[in-house]
């Protein structure tokens, strides 16, 4: 898994989301600054990884990773995970599945957390915390956010909060609107020191971040090798370092290809195994209608006889009363 970290050893947190839900927008929240790339303050979204981080006062650094659509799919999936890692490579305290309150919860939502679970494992929803955007819309409604939910939550959504043990924060993100800035992100870095706690202070790691650190190393080994060369012509100088370079390239595509095979084999797995559940669940209701079918058919006939019966039985007692 990775080592046991302090409570003040620096916070690795990872967004994800589909594009539009505010992952952008919650990390300049964190962080306390614009320097993510938002939807508010330009017509262009997040395509690539990004890194920033930020220093709490009394506290540990936290580092927020924002990724693009990602796990929804995208062109460069596994060269963006790879570069998300990488950032990462000492592994995630918690990942932060972003969803907005302004939109219905979707199939590409869904896939989201299905990549994720079939990139990663399924312990991942053990770091895993849900991050609710558009605090200020449920604020002028007058509502909370277990209104919200409570106000026909779909199934699948009621299943990932489940699976991440019900761990939950509102976020407000418009500057203008929130009074309670540093209270949401207490709220969110309370629920990190959970996580943290319950996984006993490790850090989530795989062994894709095992292959991206050896790529790491490799990168750093060919550094002191370029820097060493001396008493080399130009020439002999350019052909090492292209011959390094293709090496490190190399090293790169098989992470990569290694990172596409295993989402691409794990989600079909995963598919495959949420269709037999639900051909399993569509057989269940079957059966039980037929069992209800059957159940009132029985309780009809036992209706008529018993009717059949008082019939009889009156029927008995009128002749007594009349001989008598």
């Given amino acids: ?116 679970q079939a990139l990663f494992g399924t312990k991942i929803v053990d770091y895993m915390i849900v991050v609710f955007t558009g605090g200020d819309i449920l604020e002028e409604n007058e509502e909370t956010l277990d209104d919200y939910l409570g106000f026909e939550c779909p199934e699948p959504l009621k299943d990932i909060l489940t699976l991440c043990g019900n761990r939950k924060v509102l976020f407000n993100n418009n500057p203008k609107k929130n009074k309670n800035k540093e209270g949401q992100v207490q709220q969110l870095l309370r629920l990190v020191n959970t996580v943290v706690s319950q996984n006993g202070g490790l850090p989530y790691t795989n062994e894709i971040f095992n292959a991206v650190k050896e790529k790491a190393t490799l990168r750093d080994q060919q550094q002191k090798v370029a820097d060493s060369l001396k008493g080399y012509s130009k020439e002999e100088i350019l052909e090492i370092k292209q011959q390094m370079q293709q090496n490190y390239d190399n090293e790169l595509k098989r992470i990569t290809n290694m990172v596409e095979t295993k989402l691409m084999e794990e989600t079909g797995n995963l598919l495959r195994k949420l269709e037999e559940e639900k051909a399993a669940r569509l057989s269940a209701e079957e059966n039980y209608k037929t069992i209800q079918i059957s159940s009132g058919y029985e309780i009809e006939k036992l209706k008529q006889a018993l009717e059949r019966a008082h019939k009889r039985i009156n029927d008995q007692e009128q002749k007594r009363c009349s001989i008598l």
């Fill in 1 to 116: 898994m990775g080592k046991i970290s302090s409570s003040n050893e620096a916070r690795t947190l990872v967004i994800v989301g589909r594009t539009g839900n505010g992952k952008s927008a919650t990390g300049n929240s964190i962080i306390g600054k614009n320097v993510f790339k938002s939807k508010r303050r330009s017509s262009g979204v997040t395509s690539v990884c990004e890194s920033h981080s930020t220093s709490l006062k009394d506290g540990p650094t936290i580092n927020v990773i924002d990724t693009p659509g990602l796990f929804a799919g995208t062109e460069s999936i596994g060269k963006e995970i790879v570069k998300c890692i990488d950032m990462a490579k000492d592994g995630i305290h918690a990942i932060l599945m972003v969803f907005s309150v302004n939109t219905r919860f979707s199939e590409e939502e869904q896939a989201t957390f299905l990549s994720l």
